[in-house]
Protein backbone atom coordinates (compact mmCIF):
# COMPACT_ATOMS: atom_id res chain seq x y z
CA UNK A 1 0.00 0.00 0.00
CA UNK A 2 3.41 2.35 0.54
CA UNK A 3 3.96 1.81 4.38
CA UNK A 4 7.58 3.23 5.23
CA UNK A 5 9.61 1.38 7.19
CA UNK A 6 12.71 2.44 9.30
CA UNK A 7 16.06 0.42 10.63
CA UNK A 8 19.25 1.53 12.41
CA UNK A 9 22.45 1.40 10.48
CA UNK A 10 23.55 -1.81 12.49
CA UNK A 11 19.98 -3.52 11.49
CA UNK A 12 18.43 -3.17 15.36
CA UNK A 13 15.37 -1.65 15.74
CA UNK A 14 13.22 -2.06 13.30
CA UNK A 15 10.00 -0.07 12.82
CA UNK A 16 7.11 1.18 11.05
CA UNK A 17 6.86 4.71 10.14
CA UNK A 18 3.96 4.67 8.12
CA UNK A 19 1.15 2.32 7.67
CA UNK A 20 -2.60 1.95 6.52
CA UNK A 21 -3.07 -0.80 9.04
CA UNK A 22 -6.67 0.59 10.49
CA UNK A 23 -7.62 -2.97 12.28
CA UNK A 24 -4.81 -3.44 14.66
CA UNK A 25 -3.13 -1.78 17.60
CA UNK A 26 -1.78 0.90 15.71
CA UNK A 27 0.22 3.54 17.36
CA UNK A 28 -1.72 7.05 15.95
CA UNK A 29 1.63 8.79 15.09
CA UNK A 30 2.19 6.22 12.41
CA UNK A 31 -1.39 5.84 11.04
CA UNK A 32 -2.04 7.41 7.74
CA UNK A 33 -4.99 7.91 5.73
CA UNK A 34 -5.92 5.83 2.84
CA UNK A 35 -5.59 7.97 0.09
CA UNK A 36 -2.35 9.39 1.20
CA UNK A 37 1.17 9.03 -0.10
CA UNK A 38 4.49 9.47 1.47
CA UNK A 39 7.83 9.86 -0.27
CA UNK A 40 11.71 10.83 0.48
CA UNK A 41 12.20 14.28 0.02
CA UNK A 42 15.68 14.76 1.99
CA UNK A 43 17.20 12.16 4.41
CA UNK A 44 18.91 15.35 6.57
CA UNK A 45 21.61 13.12 7.54
CA UNK A 46 23.13 15.14 10.19
CA UNK A 47 20.12 14.41 11.74
CA UNK A 48 20.09 11.14 12.76
CA UNK A 49 16.39 10.54 13.66
CA UNK A 50 14.35 12.94 11.22
CA UNK A 51 13.48 13.31 7.76
CA UNK A 52 11.79 15.09 5.24
CA UNK A 53 9.26 13.74 3.43
CA UNK A 54 6.58 14.72 1.10
CA UNK A 55 2.50 13.82 1.78
CA UNK A 56 0.14 13.77 -1.22
CA UNK A 57 -3.62 13.27 -0.68
CA UNK A 58 -6.15 13.00 -3.80
CA UNK A 59 -9.08 14.99 -3.69
CA UNK A 60 -10.99 14.14 -6.86
CA UNK A 61 -11.54 15.66 -9.43
CA UNK A 62 -9.50 18.83 -7.80
CA UNK A 63 -5.81 16.76 -8.39
CA UNK A 64 -3.99 16.11 -5.34
CA UNK A 65 -2.63 18.55 -2.21
CA UNK A 66 1.07 17.89 -1.01
CA UNK A 67 2.72 19.10 2.07
CA UNK A 68 6.34 18.40 3.51
CA UNK A 69 6.43 16.52 6.95
CA UNK A 70 9.15 16.43 9.08
CA UNK A 71 8.90 12.42 10.32
CA UNK A 72 10.91 11.41 13.36
CA UNK A 73 12.12 7.70 12.51
CA UNK A 74 11.78 6.91 15.79
CA UNK A 75 8.09 7.47 16.87
CA UNK A 76 6.76 8.27 13.94
CA UNK A 77 5.61 11.57 14.38
CA UNK A 78 4.57 13.98 11.81
CA UNK A 79 4.46 18.20 11.58
CA UNK A 80 3.26 19.80 8.87
CA UNK A 81 6.23 22.13 7.60
CA UNK A 82 4.78 23.68 4.82
CA UNK A 83 2.13 23.11 1.78
CA UNK A 84 2.11 23.29 -1.80
CA UNK A 85 1.33 26.60 -3.83
CA UNK A 86 -1.61 24.93 -5.30
CA UNK A 87 -3.31 21.13 -6.45
CA UNK A 88 -0.77 18.61 -9.03
CA UNK A 89 2.74 20.15 -6.88
CA UNK A 90 6.09 18.41 -6.52
CA UNK A 91 9.11 19.76 -3.93
CA UNK A 92 12.21 20.41 -4.16
CA UNK A 93 14.87 20.79 -1.44
CA UNK A 94 18.59 21.99 -1.72
CA UNK A 95 21.33 20.38 -0.19
CA UNK A 96 20.27 22.37 3.91
CA UNK A 97 17.14 20.53 3.47
CA UNK A 98 15.64 23.42 2.66
CA UNK A 99 12.21 23.43 0.59
CA UNK A 100 13.13 25.79 -2.64
CA UNK A 101 10.81 24.75 -5.35
CA UNK A 102 7.61 23.53 -6.29
CA UNK A 103 7.28 22.41 -9.36
CA UNK A 104 3.23 22.45 -10.80
CA UNK A 105 1.15 20.96 -13.75
CA UNK A 106 -2.18 20.83 -15.06
CA UNK A 107 -4.85 18.51 -15.40
CA UNK A 108 -3.57 17.86 -18.64
CA UNK A 109 -0.18 17.58 -18.16
CA UNK A 110 0.98 20.40 -21.27
CA UNK A 111 1.10 23.36 -19.33
CA UNK A 112 2.26 24.23 -15.49
CA UNK A 113 3.82 26.66 -13.42
CA UNK A 114 7.12 26.94 -11.28
CA UNK A 115 7.22 28.69 -7.95
CA UNK A 116 10.20 29.58 -5.65
CA UNK A 117 10.21 29.73 -1.72
CA UNK A 118 10.96 33.29 -0.69
CA UNK A 119 10.50 33.95 2.88
CA UNK A 120 7.33 31.81 4.12
CA UNK A 121 5.82 32.79 0.62
CA UNK A 122 5.56 31.21 -2.79
CA UNK A 123 6.26 32.86 -5.61
CA UNK A 124 5.78 32.05 -9.13
CA UNK A 125 8.88 32.34 -11.51
CA UNK A 126 6.93 30.88 -14.11
CA UNK A 127 3.77 30.06 -15.66
CA UNK A 128 4.38 28.11 -19.88
CA UNK A 129 0.61 29.28 -20.58
CA UNK A 130 2.10 32.89 -21.24
CA UNK A 131 5.71 31.90 -21.44
CA UNK A 132 5.53 29.23 -23.70
CA UNK A 133 8.49 27.32 -21.79
CA UNK A 134 7.49 24.35 -19.59
CA UNK A 135 10.33 24.51 -16.60
CA UNK A 136 10.84 21.85 -14.05
CA UNK A 137 13.49 22.04 -11.42
CA UNK A 138 15.15 18.63 -10.87
CA UNK A 139 17.78 19.75 -8.18
CA UNK A 140 19.87 22.03 -6.50
CA UNK A 141 23.59 22.02 -6.68
CA UNK A 142 25.98 22.46 -2.93
CA UNK A 143 27.22 25.82 -4.76
CA UNK A 144 23.71 26.98 -5.46
CA UNK A 145 22.97 26.04 -8.85
CA UNK A 146 19.41 25.69 -9.59
CA UNK A 147 18.98 22.35 -12.42
CA UNK A 148 16.18 22.10 -14.32
CA UNK A 149 14.56 20.74 -17.64
CA UNK A 150 12.87 22.65 -19.78
CA UNK A 151 11.14 22.37 -23.19
CA UNK A 152 8.78 24.92 -25.54
CA UNK A 153 6.59 21.52 -26.89
CA UNK A 154 7.91 21.98 -30.12
CA UNK A 155 11.36 20.58 -29.81
CA UNK A 156 13.31 17.95 -27.49
CA UNK A 157 13.57 18.70 -23.49
CA UNK A 158 16.93 20.34 -22.88
CA UNK A 159 18.77 20.44 -19.62
CA UNK A 160 19.77 23.66 -18.21
CA UNK A 161 19.86 26.15 -15.36
CA UNK A 162 17.56 28.57 -13.32
CA UNK A 163 18.01 32.14 -12.41
CA UNK A 164 15.91 32.14 -9.05
CA UNK A 165 15.95 35.78 -8.76
CA UNK A 166 14.49 36.37 -12.24
CA UNK A 167 12.94 32.51 -13.39
CA UNK A 168 15.00 32.88 -16.55
CA UNK A 169 16.05 29.72 -18.21
CA UNK A 170 19.64 29.18 -19.50
CA UNK A 171 19.94 26.31 -21.29
CA UNK A 172 23.20 23.86 -21.55
CA UNK A 173 22.56 21.22 -23.48
CA UNK A 174 19.79 19.62 -25.72
CA UNK A 175 19.80 16.45 -28.10
CA UNK A 176 18.32 17.24 -31.35
CA UNK A 177 16.47 14.47 -31.51
CA UNK A 178 15.69 12.78 -27.60
CA UNK A 179 14.42 14.53 -24.52
CA UNK A 180 17.07 14.62 -21.74
CA UNK A 181 15.54 11.94 -19.91
CA UNK A 182 17.69 12.25 -16.94
CA UNK A 183 21.80 13.14 -15.40
CA UNK A 184 24.37 11.78 -13.70
CA UNK A 185 25.53 13.72 -10.83
CA UNK A 186 29.10 13.14 -8.54
CA UNK A 187 29.59 11.77 -4.96
CA UNK A 188 27.57 14.67 -3.28
CA UNK A 189 24.77 13.29 -5.03
CA UNK A 190 23.72 16.99 -6.31
CA UNK A 191 26.38 17.94 -9.20
CA UNK A 192 25.60 17.04 -12.72
CA UNK A 193 28.21 15.70 -14.33
CA UNK A 194 26.50 14.62 -17.70
CA UNK A 195 23.24 13.98 -19.12
CA UNK A 196 21.80 11.27 -20.37
CA UNK A 197 19.51 10.89 -23.16
CA UNK A 198 17.91 7.88 -25.41
CA UNK A 199 18.61 8.79 -29.13
CA UNK A 200 18.95 4.84 -29.75
CA UNK A 201 20.97 3.89 -26.60
CA UNK A 202 21.69 5.55 -23.81
CA UNK A 203 23.91 9.02 -25.31
CA UNK A 204 25.90 10.09 -22.25
CA UNK A 205 26.98 14.51 -22.58
CA UNK A 206 29.41 15.51 -20.26
CA UNK A 207 28.07 19.04 -18.57
CA UNK A 208 30.68 19.60 -16.08
CA UNK A 209 34.25 19.72 -16.79
CA UNK A 210 35.37 21.96 -13.29
CA UNK A 211 34.59 19.60 -10.44
CA UNK A 212 36.21 17.26 -9.52
CA UNK A 213 34.13 14.34 -9.97
CA UNK A 214 34.41 14.72 -13.70
CA UNK A 215 37.77 13.19 -14.46
CA UNK A 216 36.97 10.05 -12.12
CA UNK A 217 33.17 10.09 -14.59
CA UNK A 218 35.11 10.35 -17.81
CA UNK A 219 37.70 7.73 -16.30
CA UNK A 220 34.68 4.93 -15.66
CA UNK A 221 33.01 5.79 -18.72
CA UNK A 222 36.32 5.03 -20.68
CA UNK A 223 36.76 1.55 -18.87
CA UNK A 224 33.04 0.80 -20.14
CA UNK A 225 32.49 1.27 -23.38
CA UNK A 226 28.98 1.64 -24.33
CA UNK A 227 27.72 0.28 -21.34
CA UNK A 228 25.55 2.85 -18.88
CA UNK A 229 27.36 3.79 -15.61
CA UNK A 230 26.08 5.41 -12.51
CA UNK A 231 27.67 6.47 -9.70
CA UNK A 232 25.28 5.53 -6.89
CA UNK A 233 26.63 6.72 -3.88
CA UNK A 234 29.49 7.55 -1.57
CA UNK A 235 30.98 7.99 1.61
CA UNK A 236 31.08 11.46 3.41
CA UNK A 237 34.53 11.92 1.96
CA UNK A 238 34.21 11.11 -1.52
CA UNK A 239 36.74 8.47 -1.24
CA UNK A 240 35.03 5.47 -1.92
CA UNK A 241 31.88 5.34 -4.77
CA UNK A 242 29.23 2.38 -5.08
CA UNK A 243 28.84 2.61 -9.15
CA UNK A 244 26.46 0.57 -11.40
CA UNK A 245 27.28 -0.48 -15.10
CA UNK A 246 24.79 -2.06 -17.33
CA UNK A 247 23.61 -2.00 -21.09
CA UNK A 248 21.26 -3.89 -23.22
CA UNK A 249 23.47 -7.33 -22.66
CA UNK A 250 24.75 -6.64 -19.01
CA UNK A 251 21.63 -6.94 -16.44
CA UNK A 252 24.31 -4.75 -14.38
CA UNK A 253 27.00 -5.06 -12.43
CA UNK A 254 28.14 -3.05 -9.37
CA UNK A 255 31.77 -1.86 -7.78
Not at 79 to 105: E, H, I, K, M
Not at 107 to 130: F, H, K, Q, T, V
Request: aromatic share 8%; proline share 5%; hydrophobic share 35%.
Amino acid sequence: LGEWYAVDADGGRPRTIVTYDTLGPTDRARQAQMGERYGMLHPMLEDDTKVLMTVTRARGIEGSGSEVVLVDTLSGRKSTQLRAPRADCGFVADAQAQVRFANCFDDDMINGELYERRGNRWELINRSADTGMRIRVSDIAPDGRVYAIADDRQRPAGFGVVNPANGEYTEIFRDPVSDVLTYVTGTDDRTVLATVSMPDGPRVTMVETEHADAQLYRSLLASFPGQMVNMLGATADGRQVVVSVQSDRNPGEFY
